[in-house]
C-alpha cells in the first residue's frame, strides 16, 4: 500500500510540473512590486536654459523592480504628453540602475522635435518600464507629472545619407541628407536631382553602412544595386529602414484655392529655388483659401492644420484675409523638423 501511494505522489507531481511547463508557455511570475519613481516629485516644473545645455536638468530615481527572483533588470524611461496614455513615446533613456541623469540640452532636443513652442511650459508625463526578457511580463511603474519649459533652438534629428552621381558619390556629405524627425529609423525628405538617370543610394555616414535596391521593387537591400530617378526634379524620398522600404516621387509644385486667379479648379504653378530648396510664386490673391499642391492632383498636398505657419499632409486650407499682391514661398528644408511657408503681402 505504501508503495502504491509513492507511485501515485511521483505521478501526481509529475502531471502539475507537465501542467505548468507545457512547450511554449511564459513561467508563471509573481511581481512583487513595481518600480517606483521617488525623484523628483510628481508636479515638478523644469524650466530648460540655453546657457546650462550641457548640465543635468534632474536625475529621476526610483526604486528596484522586485520579481521574487534574482534578475538582471533593465529600465527604460518614458516620457509622453500628459493624458496621451503614452500614445507617444520618447525614451529619456535606458539602463541597468535606478536612476538616470538627464541632461538639458537633450531634454530640449526631445521636446523641440515633438513641436512644443519654446518658452511656453507644457504638462508631461514620465514613467519607468523594467525589462528582465521576453518571457517575464514587463513591470511599469505609476507615472509622475512634470511641467517642461523648453528654449529654442534648431532641434537635430538622426540623419540618412543619400549619396548619388548628383554630389559626387560621397556618403557623408550633410546637404543630402534625410531626417527621421521622430527618431524611429523612419526617413523622409526633398532633394533635387538635377539631372536625368541620377543614380543614388541610402548610407549611414560612409560607405560601410548602405542600401540599394537589387531588383528595384521597392525594398532595400544591404549594399544592394543603386536606385535610379529617371527624370531631373524635386523627389520626395521615404525611407524606412525597419521594413527595408522606400519610396521616390518626383513632385512640381503649385498653388490652389478659392484665393487664388482659378480658383480650386486649377494650379498656379511654383518656381523652384535649388539654394532654398523652396518653391516659390508672386500672385494677385483674393480674399479666400489656399493649399499647396503637387503635379496638379491631391494625393500629396500641404495645409496648415494649426494656422501655425507648419505644414501637415492634408492639412487645413489657409486663410487669406485681404486681397493683395503676394509673393507665397513653400520651404521643404524642415529645418524644424516640419515643412513650412511663408506668406509676403508686397
Known sequence: MKKLLIYFLIFSATLGFVACEKEGESPVVDLKSAPGITAPASGAALVLQEANANDTITIIKWSAADY????????KVELAAAGTNFATIRTLGTVT???????????????INLGYNPFQPANFEVRIVASVNALVPQA???PINLTLTPYIAVPTFPLLNVPGSYQGWDPAKPETTLPSVNSNEIY???????DAN???KFAKGSWNTNWGDDGADGTLEPGG???VAAEAGVYKLNVDLNGLTYSKLRTDWGLIGSSTPNGWDADQNMTYDPANNSFTITLDLVVGAIKFRAN???????GD?????????????????????????????QTYGYYSYKITKN
Not at 523622409?188 to 538635377?194: K, Q, S, V
Not at 496638379?296 to 500641404?302: E, R
Open 225 to 227: 544595386a543603386n536606385l
Open 296 to 302: 496638379d492632383d491631391w494625393a500629396l498636398n500641404y
Open 305 to 333: 492644420n494649426g494656422a501655425d505657419g507648419k505644414l501637415e499632409e492634408g492639412g487645413t486650407d489657409i486663410a487669406i484675409e485681404e486681397a493683395g499682391n503676394y509673393t507665397i514661398t513653400l520651404d521643404l528644408r
Open 140 to 142: 511599469i511603474s505609476t
Open 198 to 200: 541620377t543614380e543614388f
Open 188 to 194: 523622409e525628405g526633398y532633394l533635387h536631382f538635377p
Open 97 to 111: 540602475t535606478t536612476e538616470l541623469p538627464v541632461k538639458v540640452s537633450s531634454l530640449n532636443n526631445i521636446l
Open 68 to 75: 521574487g527572483f534574482q534578475a538582471a533588470v533593465t529600465y
